[in-house]
């Protein structure tokens, strides 16, 4: 149990479907971020929320759209998908701190996302 | 950019030893190792931060040379449990952490018996 869930753990969905992944730490850790993970890639960072606050946006499409309404809580709302966005969604999260140089993140389990 | 692991796959038996090598073209600000088994989330092994400090598990040993980008992870007498891949993640910038993890490829390492 690393402290970090993610729901659900797999998803199918249309092309014109509207869906959302959940994520929720408790671990008290005030910054949070979204990773895909697909076949023979890397990890990519997609979004990255620190206090609440969206920080980064790696050239993510419009079709992916975060939410954070608080520190434990983080969504990514899924709108028109492609085929290719199939992959594993892996959420984490870590302690930011001015004061603190060490921000090893804690990944959940991932949602394993297919789009037909 | 994108961090450059070798080698990408490794076989060993129980008890050997093995080094995973990772390195990038920009400056960095830390370097973090992460493990991860199939179907499980990556877990945290080790973090370096330039200067020197390091933050990980008792029995898993890196190095970070600063000059030449680069990281090592060292895997002594290796278990059955030891098996997965291996992701390092950069962190770029001289100050304080931007948060930003850029992953290599990964190392796929297999323990025998």
């Known amino acids: 149990e690393t402290g970090v869930t993610q729901t659900p753990r797999h998803l199918v969905m249309g092309m014109t479907n509207k869906k959302s992944l959940k994520c929720e730490q408790h671990l008290g850790h005030n910054a949070m971020y979204w990773y895909k993970q697909s076949a023979k890639k890397p990890l990519e960072l997609m979004f990255v929320y620190n206090f609440k606050e969206q920080t980064e946006n790696n050239s993510v499409p419009s079709r992916f759209s975060p939410e954070c309404p608080n520190s434990s809580h983080l969504f990514l709302h899924l709108h028109t998908l492609q085929p290719e966005d199939s992959a594993l969604y892996l959420c984490?999260?870590?302690?930011?701190?001015?004061?603190?140089?060490?921000?090893?993140?804690?990944f959940g389990p991932g949602t394993r996302l297919t789009v037909l | 950019q994108q961090p450059v692991q070798s080698p990408q796959a490794v076989i060993l038996r129980e008890g050997e030893d093995a080094v995973i090598n990772c390195s990038s073209s920009k400056a960095l600000y830390s370097v973090h190792w992460y493990r991860q088994k199939h179907g499980e989330a990556p877990v945290f092994l080790m973090i370096?931060?330039?200067?020197?400090e390091q933050k990980g598990h008792e029995k898993i040993s890196a190095s970070f040379n600063e000059k030449k980008q680069q990281s090592s992870l060292y895997l002594t007498a290796s278990q059955l449990s030891y098996s997965g891949t291996y992701f390092c993640?950069?962190?770029?910038?001289?100050?304080?952490?931007?948060?930003?993890?850029?992953f290599g490829k990964g190392t796929k390492l297999s323990v025998i018996p």
């Open positions: 984490a999260s870590s302690q930011a701190s001015l004061y603190n140089s060490y921000n090893e993140q804690f």
């Open positions: 993640g950069t962190e770029r910038g001289s100050g304080a952490g931007s948060y930003q993890l850029t």
């Open positions: 370096l931060l330039k200067g020197g």
